[in-house]
Every structure is written in C-alpha cells, then in structure tokens.
C-alpha cells in the first residue's frame, strides 16, 4: 500500500492513561487494519489542515486496532490540545498508513531502551514484540513521578515474564534523580542496540554518549528538530518530473510551502525534518540536508530529501513530484 494513501479510522475507547496522557483506540469499520511494525507511527489528519505524527504502542500482533497515548501538552502547537478536546468515543477521522522511521532491529543481541515521559509509546510496541521473539531487553523509563507514567503495570508484568528489565526513574518523587545516561551507555555490551525518544534534553545527551558507538547501533526518535531550521535565504527552481511544472522557491519559503500554495497535494506532517511524511525522490540536483531521520549514508547518496526542511545548493532540483 502507498505510504501516501490513508485510512478511514473510528475512535473506540478512550482511557485516562496517566497525568495529561490519554490512550486512543483507533479501529476501523472495515475490519483487520494494516499491519505495522514496532516502532511505527500514524499521521493523524485532524482540523484545518492540521496534520500530527504519533507512535503506534500496541502489540504489533494485533490487526484489529492501533492504539496511541497522547500527552496533553501545554506547549501544543494545536494537535494534543485538539486530540484530546475533540477526539472522543465514535469520532470518525482519517490517517496516514503506518510508516516507520523507528524500526527495531529483531535480531539484536541486546536491545537497551530509555523512555522520557511521552517517548515511552514506541517502546511499549518494542517491548511486547521483543517479548514474542524471546529477545533480551532492558527499559530505563523516565517521569517526574509514577502519576506521569502510562503503562508502569503492564510493563512491570512484561517484564517478570519474559527476559526483560524495567528500571523506573521519578525525578520528582523522594530519593529520585534523573537518570545517568551516559553511565548506561558506557556500560552496554558493544553489540547492544541503544534507542531513545524523549525530550530534546534527553536526546542530546543520548546522542553525546553514543558518539563512539556504530551509527547502525544508535536509534533515536525526535518529538521536534534539534534546533530550529534556519531560513533558506536563496531563491532556487525545482523542476516536478511528473507534472510537468518548474517552480521558484523564494527565500524563506521552504520546497514544501511552494508546492502546496501551487496546488500540488503532497504527504506532510511536521514540518521540521522528524517524521518522515514528506520524504522525495531526488532525480537531479544537490541537496543540503536539514532533516533528523536520513543516515550519512544516506545522506551521501543525494536520491532523497524532506522537503519541508531541506534545501538545494545547486541552481535546481529535480523531483520525482
């Protein structure tokens, strides 16, 4: 199925997961859905336009629903706050197929997880897909208190039952500190898969402490980029192979905002180079990357960019578009 194909999806039940967190069973009433792997994520199409990524956090065996946990953030830029104002039992919605930008290696020796507060979703899928395959983990699961965090007593269950680990980590509670990161890093096997998703905070610290280790080693998942994407600053052409078109990308507007005021409809999401929506093929032309999610590798390679984020620093690109 095309990536930018999407979905009829009807809310079932809606439950109070944690503080601010509510989980959301999205089902469809044409029976089994699509299947998607530990890690994955939906694009969530909610009002005026407003698109929002979350990971999937259920069983990836299951093909009668997906779940996803929803943080009620005060800093919402308008998809949390609305979820969980307007999304309620029977509503009807469209979404994206599952796409993932997070996969889990199944085949790793170790796979060794630290959660931050609302980045535990893609490892509860992990977890559970871990489970069936046999392999060991560990789970370092970060909250300012156990109130804040969804999935404690599942995850505790998952654990004594298998060959996992679940380390909880509360901040704020007596006796609490966060966690030592890099200590964790330093002592995991060198064959040891390491993941995180969290907040930025936690991400940088992930990725200093993973900085010796093999890129293919170290897996992380962004809420947000890094840093703000700064302004493009130049005026460049993309030609769309498909339709026939060559467009001029102004300074300050991104290759995403000109195609879409030119009535193009395109995959986006975010915006900011994190999940994935908008990734095309590049026929012609050097780019300048600004995304999170394309390896050196692949970033070397010049066939693929995001753009909503990404740039060219030749005079044209040509796209697949």
Request: hydrophobic residues 40%; aromatic residues 6%; contains cysteine.
């Amino acid at each position: 199925m095309s990536t930018s194909a999407t979905l009829s999806l009807r809310v079932g039940r809606v439950r109070q997961e944690a503080q601010g967190i509510r989980r959301y069973e999205l089902l469809a009433d044409g029976g089994a859905l699509p299947r998607f792997e530990a890690g994955a994520h939906l694009d969530l199409h909610l009002q005026d336009g407003l698109k929002r990524s979350y990971s999937i956090c259920n069983a990836p065996s299951e093909t009668n629903r997906y779940e996803i946990a929803v943080l009620d953030d005060p800093a919402s830029r308008g998809g949390s706050r609305f979820v969980h104002q307007a999304l309620h039992e029977g509503v009807q919605l469209t979404a994206s197929v599952p796409r993932n930008n997070f996969p889990l290696v199944e085949q790793a020796p170790h796979t060794l997880m630290i959660a931050g507060g609302i980045g535990i979703t893609p490892f509860r899928a992990m977890v559970h897909r871990l489970q069936i395959l046999g392999q060991a983990w560990t789970l370092h699961y970060c909250a300012r208190t156990r109130q804040h965090a969804a999935f404690v007593e599942e995850l505790q269950q998952l654990a004594a039952s298998g060959q996992g680990q679940l380390h909880l980590h509360f901040d704020l509670e007596p006796g609490g500190a966060p966690l030592d990161i890099a200590q964790q890093i330093a002592s995991a096997d060198e064959n040891t898969h390491l993941y995180c998703c969290g907040p930025g905070s936690m991400l940088d610290a992930f990725e200093r402490a993973c900085s010796e280790r093999p890129p293919t080693r170290v897996h992380r998942e962004r809420f947000a980029a890094a840093t703000p994407v700064p302004s493009i600053g130049k005026t460049f052409e993309i030609v769309l192979a498909r339709q026939g078109r060559t467009l001029k990308v102004l300074p300050n507007k991104s290759i995403l905002e000109t195609v879409l005021e030119a009535g193009i409809d395109v995959p986006y999401s975010c915006f900011e180079g994190v999940c994935g929506a908008c990734e095309t093929e590049v026929l012609e032309g050097c780019i300048q990357h600004r995304d999170t999610l394309l390896s050196e590798d692949e970033r070397a390679a010049g066939d693929r960019m995001m753009i909503c984020c990404s740039t060219a620093t030749s005079p044209s690109l040509v796209l697949d578009l």
